[in-house]
C-alpha cells in the first residue's frame, strides 16, 4: 500500500508539472495571434516522459496548438470564405453551394437575424434540421450574428423539444418543415419569439426545387400538416437580410458558441456549454492531427453523420471548411440503398462515421462496386467501433478505420488513432495536441500504466460547464480543469487509451447515448407501471438497444401498448426494443433498483 501511494504523488506531481506546463503554454499562445509557443528538444524529451504518447505522434503533429491563432469560429469561417471562394463548400441532392454563396448567403441570414428580428450578442437560436444545404447558412449565420447555437435533434418528440427551447431560452427557431407539426405543439410553452421553416428543397432552386418539396409532402408523406402563422419562410428570410448589414459583432474565445445538449452523468439533458475557444482548440487539434494526410482545397468528405451532432459538426462542418474541403451531405443515410447510389456519384477522400453505418455498408448491395481510389481517412467515433467491422472495412476499402474517442463535454475529440494506421488496433488512440489524459482512481487518484480506472480528460477543448447547472458541472469537472467523463479506461505503456467499459448505465445505442434515467421517467408516466429499469443488451446492428423491466401496476399493460406509449413519448434509438414483465426488481438496502444485476443475468429469459 505505501508502494501504491508513493506511485500516486509521484504521478500527481508529474501531472501537476504538465498542467503548469499547458498553462503556461496558454498564456503565450495568447499574446500574439498566429504565433506558436516555441518548445525546446529539452522541454519536449520532459514531456514525452510524462506524456508517453508524445513519442508516438504521427510526424509533424505538434505536441501544443496555437489557441491564438483565431479570436472566434466565425474568424476561421471569414478565413475559409476568402480563400476558397470559388471552391464547392456543401453539396446535396445534386447542388452545390461555393464558399462564396455560403458566405453570402448566411452574411444574409445573419442581417436578419440582427437587423429584422433584433436578436443580439448571446440570445439562443434553436437550429432543427437534417443534413440539408439550408443548415450551414443558419449555422453561421447565426454565429455571425454572435448569437449561441442550441442544435435541435429534428426527431425529438414534443416532450422533449419543449425542454430544450425551455431549458436554453431559445428566443428563435429554424425547423425543416418535416418537423415543424412537433414546434407547433409546444412553441407556447417555451420562450420562441420567432420561427423560420424551409421545405428540403427550397435552395435547390426552379423546378427541382418545387418536385422535391412536392414529393416529400404529397407523395412520400414526410410533412405532417402544421399551423404556424407567425413563421417567415427561409428563402423570405435571406431576402429581408439582404437590406441589412452584415453586423459587426465582437467574439472572443470566452463567448458561447453553442449549447450542445447531453445527458452527461445523470440523464437529465443539459446544455454543454462550448465557447468559442473551446471549438477554435478542437478544429486547430483535429487539423493538426490529420496534417499532412488532406490536401488543402482537394478534399471531398461524406457527411452522413446529422451535423447537429458534436462529432460531425466539428470533424466534417468545421474542421474541413477550415481546409477548403467539400461536404457532401446525406440527408438520410438510414436509407443505405440510396446512400451507395450518392457514394457512386461522388470521388469522395473521406468519411467519418459511427460502427453501425459502416457496418450497413459493408451489408449493402453495390458498396464493394464503389470507387475508393481517393479515400484516405475514415474515422469512427460516437460508440466502440467493432474489430470485425473494421477488418472488412480494409478488405472492401483499402482505407483503415481509425478508431477516435470524445465526449460533447469536449468539443468532441480528446484521442485519435494515428491516420497512418496499417491495422485496427482496438485502442481509442492517443490524446490529440494540447490534451492530458489520465486514468484515476475512485478516490480521484492517479494510476499508473496498466491499471484500470476512470478516464479523465483536460485540454482548452473541454466544456466551461452546463448551462445553469452549477452543481452538475462541479459533479464532472475540477477547478483544475479536469473532466470526469465515466468512462473505465487503461492506457499502455506507448501512451494509448484502452476503453474497458462504458459508463455504468449508459447505453449507447448506434452512437448515441442513452440514459435509462429519461426513459424510466417517461415510462413511469403511464398509468399501467408499478416499477420499470432500463439497461442496454448487445445488439449486432446498433451496438446496443434499450430494454425494460416492468412491474405492472394494470395486469392487463401489454409490451405492445408500453411500446406505443414510448413511441409518443421518446425519440426511436430511446425507444425499448424489448420489454420483459416480472413480479419485483432486484434492489440495494436501500431500495435502489440494481440495474448492473439485470444487465449482468446470465439465465434466458422470455421477453416480449
Known amino acids: 500500500m505505501q508502494a501504491h501511494a508513493e506511485g500516486f504523488r509521484v504521478v500527481a506531481a508529474r501531472l501537476a508539472a504538465i498542467r ?26 520532459t514531456m514525452s516522459k510524462e506524456r ?100 435541435t435533434n429534428p426527431l425529438y418528440t414534443a416532450r422533449e423539444l419543449r425542454h430544450q427551447l425551455e431549458d436554453s431560452g431559445a428566443k428563435a427557431i429554424v425547423v425543416l418543415d418535416n418537423f415543424a407539426s412537433t414546434v407547433q405543439q409546444v412553441v407556447a410553452d417555451t420562450h420562441v419569439e420567432h420561427i423560420v421553416t424551409t421545405g428540403v428543397g427550397d435552395l435547390l432552386g426552379g423546378l427541382k426545387g418545387m418536385l422535391v418539396n412536392t414529393v416529400a409532402k404529397h407523395v412520400k408523406k414526410m410533412v405532417p400538416d402544421y399551423h404556424l402563422p407567425q413563421a417567415v419562410r427561409f428563402n423570405d428570410a435571406l431576402a429581408r437580410g439582404a437590406h441589412h448589414p452584415l453586423p459587426k459583432v465582437m467574439l472572443s474565445h470566452d463567448d458561447l458558441a453553442f449549447l450542445q445538449y447531453t445527458g452527461g452523468t445523470t440523464g437529465v439533458a443539459k446544455g454543454a456549454m462550448l465557447s468559442h475557444g473551446n471549438m477554435v482548440a478542437n478544429m486547430l487539434q483535429a487539423g493538426s492531427w490529420i496534417g499532412r494526410n488532406a490536401k488543402e482545397g482537394e478534399e471531398v468528405i461524406i457527411t452522413a453523420l446529422p451535423l447537429y451532432h458534436i462529432f460531425s ?142 478516464l479523465m480528460v483536460q485540454g482548452p477543448q473541454v466544456m466551461k460547464g452546463y448551462w445553469q447547472r452549477p452543481e452538475e458541472t462541479a459533479k464532472v469537472l475540477g477547478e483544475d480543469g479536469w473532466l470526469h467523463t465515466g468512462d473505465i479506461a487503461r492506457m499502455d505503456e506507448n501512451g494509448y487509451f484502452y476503453i474497458v467499459d462504458r459508463k455504468k448505465d449508459m447505453i449507447l445505442v448506434s452512437g448515441f447515448n442513452v440514459y435509462p434515467n429519461e426513459v424510466e421517467d417517461t415510462v413511469m408516466q403511464h398509468p399501467g407501471v408499478s416499477e420499470v429499469a432500463a439497461v442496454g443488451i448487445p445488439d449486432e446492428h446498433s451496438g446496443e438497444v434499450v430494454k425494460l423491466f416492468v412491474v405492472r401496476k394494470d395486469p392487463n399493460l401489454t409490451a405492445e401498448a408500453l411500446k406505443e406509449f414510448c413511441r409518443e413519448n421518446l425519440t426511436g434509438y430511446k425507444r425499448p426494443k424489448l420489454i420483459e414483465f416480472r413480479d419485483d426488481l432486484p434492489k440495494s438496502n436501500v431500495g435502489k433498483i440494481l440495474r448492473r444485476e439485470l444487465r449482468d443475468e446470465k439465465k434466458p429469459a422470455a421477453t416480449h
Open 20 to 45: 503548469e506546463r499547458m498553462l503556461q503554454c496558454r498564456v503565450m499562445s495568447m499574446t500574439g495571434r498566429g504565433r506558436r509557443p516555441s518548445v525546446s528538444r529539452s522541454a519536449r524529451i
Open 52 to 151: 508517453p504518447w508524445l513519442d508516438h505522434y504521427p510526424e509533424g503533429v505538434p505536441a501544443e496548438i496555437d489557441l491564438g491563432a483565431y479570436a472566434s469560429v466565425v474568424a476561421v469561417l471569414e478565413e475559409a470564405f476568402g480563400k476558397f471562394k470559388e471552391r464547392p463548400a456543401f453539396a446535396s441532392f445534386g447542388k452545390q453551394l461555393t464558399y462564396g454563396e455560403i458566405d453570402a448567403m448566411s452574411a444574409k441570414f445573419a442581417g436578419y437575424l440582427s437587423g429584422e428580428l433584433k436578436l443580439v450578442k448571446g440570445d439562443r437560436i434553436a437550429i432543427m434540421m437534417p443534413n440539408v444545404l439550408q443548415y450551414p447558412i443558419a449555422l453561421f449565420g447565426a454565429l455571425r450574428a454572435g448569437l449561441v447555437v442550441v442544435n
Open 313 to 454: 459538426l466539428t470533424a466534417n462542418g468545421l474542421v474541413f471548411m477550415r481546409l477548403g474541403g467539400l461536404n457532401w451531405l446525406i440527408t438520410n443515410p438510414r436509407d443505405m440503398p440510396g446512400f451507395v447510389k450518392e457514394l457512386q456519384k461522388s470521388r469522395f477522400t473521406a468519411l467519418t462515421g459511427v460502427n453501425t453505418l459502416f457496418n450497413g455498408l459493408l451489408n449493402t448491395p453495390g458498396f464493394a462496386e464503389v470507387d475508393f481510389s481517393r479515400l484516405h481517412l475514415t474515422l469512427g467515433g460516437g460508440m466502440a467501433v467493432q474489430r470485425a467491422v473494421a477488418e472488412r472495412w480494409k478488405k472492401v476499402t483499402g482505407c483503415t478505420l481509425a478508431e477516435a474517442y470524445g465526449l460533447t463535454e469536449t468539443s468532441p475529440a480528446a484521442c485519435i488513432n494515428p491516420l497512418d494506421l496499417k491495422e485496427y488496433n482496438g485502442s481509442i488512440g492517443l490524446p490529440i495536441p494540447s490534451t492530458n489524459v489520465a486514468i484515476w482512481s475512485e478516490e480521484n487518484q492517479p494510476l499508473p500504466v496498466g491499471e484500470v480506472g476512470e
